[in-house]
């Protein structure tokens, strides 16, 4: 059998799209001291590598206080971050909206700007949003 990805030809839509809903169900997008980042976290280290090879940037190992075993961190910082949120933007389909608040903040100039609190706020409230739970899940108020 023929392999259809050339190491040149970068990532097939095949492996954007895996990537999309793998930052999409497990991930973390926000801004960081203005500066756009990813993170994922998991126990499944070839998970994080397969991320890795795919968007780039960096994998950190952490060991947790509570338990002996370790856990794995994949992060993409700044500008490659960006990137990276435009190229998985049309597979995207919970953290869009995150994404669209991260990708509007450059014309802002966050690290100064009034609009930044309000972006903050938007996104921590996007993050917490629960409504993508059944009825039955839900707290009561």
């Known amino acids: 059998m023929e392999n259809t990805k050339l190491d040149i030809a970068g990532p097939t839509l095949t492996d ?3 990537l999309a809903g793998f930052v999409d169900g497990e991930g973390h997008v926000a801004l960081k001291e203005g500066c756009p980042a990813i993170d994922v976290y998991s ?3 070839k998970l994080l590598e397969e991320a890795h090879k795919i968007g780039g940037g960096n994998l950190y190992a952490q060991k947790r ?3 002996d075993h370790c856990f794995f961190k994949w992060q993409v910082m700044g500008a490659d971050a960006r ?3 435009r190229t998985l933007y049309p597979y995207l389909k919970y953290k869009k909206p995150q994404v669209d608040i991260i990708l509007m903040a450059p014309f ?3 690290s100064k700007c ?3 609190k309000s972006m ?3 996104l921590k409230e ?3 949003q629960r409504s993508y739970l059944p009825y039955k899940f839900r707290k009561l108020k």
Do not use: E
Request: proline residues 0%; hydrophobic residues 50%; positive net charge.
């Open 16 to 18: 954007l799209a895996w």
């Open 83 to 85: 990137d990276l949120m």
């Open 108 to 110: 802002f100039n966050v």
């Open 120 to 122: 903050y706020a938007r």
């Open 65 to 67: 206080k509570t338990h």
């Open 43 to 45: 126990v499944d280290y």
């Open 126 to 128: 996007l993050k917490h």
């Open 114 to 116: 009034l609009v930044r």
